[in-house]
Structures are given as C-alpha cells and as structure tokens.
C-alpha cells in the first residue's frame, strides 16, 4: 500500500499531544542521528539545549516547538516521518531514526522510515523566517465559504490537484481528499472551473465535516497518551484505501486510479455518473479492452 503522510486531524492530534508533553518544560539537548535532516545552520541546535519549550503551533503540515528569543523548531514529517514519546535517554534507532530530543521526564523521537529521506528539521529565529515555512492554504476549519470558494477556484486544475495544493489548503493530503469528493459526490478530477455553486457548496460543507469528524476519533483514540499510530489508512474511512470494498452509499465497488507514487480512490456509481476513469498503468495495458463502465469493470473482474 502506498505510504500515507500525516494530514491536518493527524498533525492537529500531534500538536495536542505535545502541548501536553513538552509545552513548559525544559529541552536538555539534542541527539541527531541523520544530519541530513536538520536542514538550517544558523542558528544551531544547541542554541535551544536549556530551553524552555513556551508554545506548540501547527503550520499546514508542519509543527512547531516555540522558545524564547523568538526561537522556532520546525519539524517536516513529509511522508514517513514520525514522533513519538518515549522514556528517558531512549536509544535512537539505526533503522530510520533521525535524533531525539531530551527531556527530564521523556524523550522526544524522531523517525522516517524508507529509504526516500524527506523528513527536515529546520531551527529559525524571528516571526519572519518562521513565515517562509508557511505555504499560504487556508485553515479549512475556520475558512467561510467566500474564503473557500476563492482557494478553490483560483486557477483551473483538477479538484483533488487543488484540495491537496498546501498554497490552497492548510493540511489536505490525498486521503482527505478523496474522502472529501466521495462526501460532497464530486468527481475527484473534475476541472474546479466547472464546478457549480452547489457543488462548491458542498465540498465546502464536506471539508469541515470530514475533518473535524476524523480530528475528533483520532483524538479519542490517544486520549492523554501520545498518538503512535499515525496513518491516513483509517478503517472508518469510504473510500481511500478501500479499492474494490463496497461503498459505504450504495455498496459499489470502489475504484482507484494510481500513477506515480499516489492513488486516488472514489466510487463511480456516486461521484462519476458510473464512468471509470482510467488508470494510467491498467489502461495503457489493456488499452481497448480498458472498461468505461461499471458493468464492464464488472464482467473484466468476474470472467
């Protein structure tokens, strides 16, 4: 299955959990593994060694640890990148850890798995460097509908494309997205241009919905703890990562189309008018046997 990166409800659940781990406590030190994640020099990690951690804040899909002097963490997860709290003085992993951060009563890890090493780490001084981290996308949560309507439709592009565009949206990955079309019955490649208000509307309505449904489980789910399990692979979800499972509305089959190192997962009888739309590696398979319906998906997968 392809790897999932940590969304807003995922990133705002972090942000939650080291509020209450980190937030007026004191960083004794550092220990990085892979230098290649620290990404900035200057200043220096040790700058904050006996530092008091005075704030969290989340910046689409990155966090933040907040010092004084206007001194700030920025952590990347991208794709595979993790934290996780662990005991005093923990070991860091050979295998895809990248440092810890020590406390008196806990340590702080670091990790990315895979051999792709995304994950950064940058330390910056001032609200203006701490702004060059900040793609622009607007907080879904809060955004009003003339604010989301504006981000949708500010150039044409296909609508999971813009959903997942962080210039756009503040913390919208491709697992959200496709639960967010399936919601709102919108093709997931469906030109924003041609996009009714109706269906604005209620991509709109779905967004915040989605959301703050998935923020809440999560959030449920770690309780007081520390969230380990950080996945965008979630069983409650419709239709992202349930190629071919039923669809939760009318118990079609769920369809995908893969290219590259992503997938986009949607239900064609209630997003598409029961069209396929075609899988860039299938297709160029099958070519004219490719099936453009439902009914023809069904007798290729049931010869």
Request: hydrophobic letters at 40%; glycine letters at 8%.
């Amino acid at each position: 299955m392809i790897d999932a990166v940590p969304e807003l409800p995922d990133i705002t659940i972090y942000a939650e959990a080291l509020e209450r781990h980190v937030v007026g406590h004191t960083l004794l030190r550092a220990r990085i593994r892979s230098p290649f994640v620290v990404r900035s020099f200057d200043p220096p990690l040790t700058r904050i060694h006996g530092q008091t951690v005075r704030g969290i804040a989340r910046i689409g899909k990155r966090l933040v640890l907040e010092f004084d002097e206007e001194l700030f963490l920025v952590f990347h997860l991208m794709v595979t990148g993790r934290l996780r709290w662990r005991k005093v003085d923990c070991a860091v992993p050979k295998k895809g850890g990248l440092g810890a951060f020590d406390f008196a009563h806990g340590a702080l890890l670091f990790t990315e798995r895979g051999r792709k090493k995304k994950a950064s780490l940058h330390l910056v001084v001032g609200a203006a460097a701490l702004a060059e981290h900040d793609p622009g996308g607007i907080d879904l949560l809060s955004a009003s509908f003339a604010a989301f309507r504006s981000a949708l439709t500010s150039s044409n592009r296909t609508l999971k494309r813009a959903l997942t565009d962080p210039r756009r949206f503040s913390g919208i990955g491709g697992a959200y997205a496709d639960e967010i079309c399936w919601a709102a019955g919108v093709s997931p490649v469906k030109w924003t241009s041609r996009l009714d208000d109706a269906e604005i509307d209620g991509l709109w309505r779905e967004s915040k919905e989605t959301m703050a449904r998935f923020t809440a489980a999560i959030r449920a789910e770690v309780g007081d703890g520390f969230p380990d399990k950080v996945t965008a692979f979630r069983p409650d979800m419709a239709v992202h990562g349930k190629y071919q499972k039923p669809c939760p509305k009318c118990e079609s089959p769920v369809q995908r189309i893969v290219y590259a190192e992503n997938e986009t997962n949607y239900c064609a009888t209630c997003q598409t008018g029961g069209k396929l739309l075609a899988d860039r590696a299938l297709s160029q398979l099958l070519k004219k046997d490719w099936p453009r319906t439902l009914e023809g998906w069904d007798e290729l997968h049931n010869k």
